[in-house]
């Protein structure tokens, strides 16, 4: 017990993050670094695994749920790549403190140079466009907004407008390493010209952006859900896929949908493209590929995601100048 609590103390400082980040059930934090193998057989935590795999990908951190059966399959169907290293951690948090400079997890240094980045702003590939080491990418799943509530929604919370209730302590993503928020839940607040009650204007993770009323996470919106079943929080601003995750474990949350265009679900497509420096191009390839499939669009929508459409899933050139 000692040996666990230690790693995730290590972890968390190299992350910059609180120990309270790893609490009860992880937060789902402990999928966040994996190692696939051919044989079924998966690894956490072996970061040098970054170095090494035959097809190595940082991916924005939604599609934790999704990575085991997707990969399975993707194996299954490509057995000579026989070990592939995956981190599923916030795409901007990755781009900084990753890709653009050398980063650590528990202490121990991680490639720079992944096979293959994706996120859910396109405005990160355009970054590693205009550095020279990516030049094409397609929008490969959507996915929306939604409010996650307790089981059997206590608090009679009927849609987004309900964020402006004195009466709700609230648990969002924070608006400094999370996507869902700082480009989609904030731009949903501000179109409900609700942003500055909600979050009384703080830029800031891991606090109270308003005190006992709004709580901004530490790393990931993973730990809204926790919030919830504590007793901490009544409502958080998540994607569908978290209610339908979190569901599908028993967990004791519901959803709550938010109507379009509020949900963001016209903005939100994710995009991933290879990187020029990345050690495996052949299997970059491969897995650009397989997911253009329907097998593979299909094992996403299992999950809650909407589907890109065939002419989103061609690989395009990156907009913008170098």
């Keep these: 017990m000692r040996h666990t609590i230690r790693i995730l103390s290590v972890i968390a400082f190299s992350l910059c993050l609180p120990l309270g980040a790893f609490a009860k059930k992880d937060a789902g934090h402990g999928k966040d670094f994996r190692t696939f193998h051919v044989d079924g057989k ?54 900084k403190g990753q890709i653009l400079k050398q980063g650590k997890i ?25 550095k020279g080491v990516m030049d094409d990418y397609m929008i490969y799943i959507h996915n929306k907004l939604e409010l996650m509530v307790a089981a059997g929604n206590p608090k009679n919370i009927k849609g987004p407008k309900d964020l402006a209730r004195d009466d709700l302590v609230q648990s969002h993503p924070n608006p400094i390493t999370e996507g869902i928020f700082k480009f989609y839940g904030s731009q949903m607040l501000k179109d409900m010209r609700l942003h500055k009650k909600v979050t009384g204007g703080a830029n800031c993770r891991s606090c109270w952006a308003v005190k006992g009323k709004t709580w901004f996470t530490s790393r990931h919106h993973r730990e809204t859900p926790q919030r919830i079943e ?80 065939a002419e989103e899933l061609k690989l395009q050139p990156i907009p913008g100048k170098k």
Excluded at 60 to 80: C, R, T, W, Y
Excluded at 259 to 278: D, S
């Design 106 to 130: 528990a202490g121990e240094k991680t490639a720079r140079n992944p096979d293959l980045y994706a996120s859910v702003n396109l405005g990160h590939l355009k970054q590693l466009k205009a």
């Design 230 to 309: 504590d007793g901490k929080a009544d409502v958080g601003i998540v994607w569908t896929t978290e209610v339908v995750h979190a569901k599908a474990e028993g967990r004791k949350i519901d959803g709550v949908a938010i109507p379009a265009p509020l949900n963001q679900q016209h903005r939100v497509g994710y995009a991933i493209g290879a990187l020029k420096t990345g050690r495996n191009q052949k299997a970059a390839q491969l897995y650009l590929s397989y997911l253009a499939t329907k097998t593979a669009q299909d094992i996403y929508a299992k999950y809650g995601f909407v589907p890109a459409s």
């Design 42 to 95: 998966i690894d956490y935590g072996k970061i040098g695994d970054s170095y090494t795999a035959d097809l190595v990908m940082y991916l924005a951190g939604n599609q934790f749920m999704v990575m085991k059966e997707l990969i399975k399959d993707f194996q299954a169907k490509h057995p000579s790549i026989k070990s592939i290293y995956v981190e599923t951690i916030p795409p901007g948090q990755i781009l």
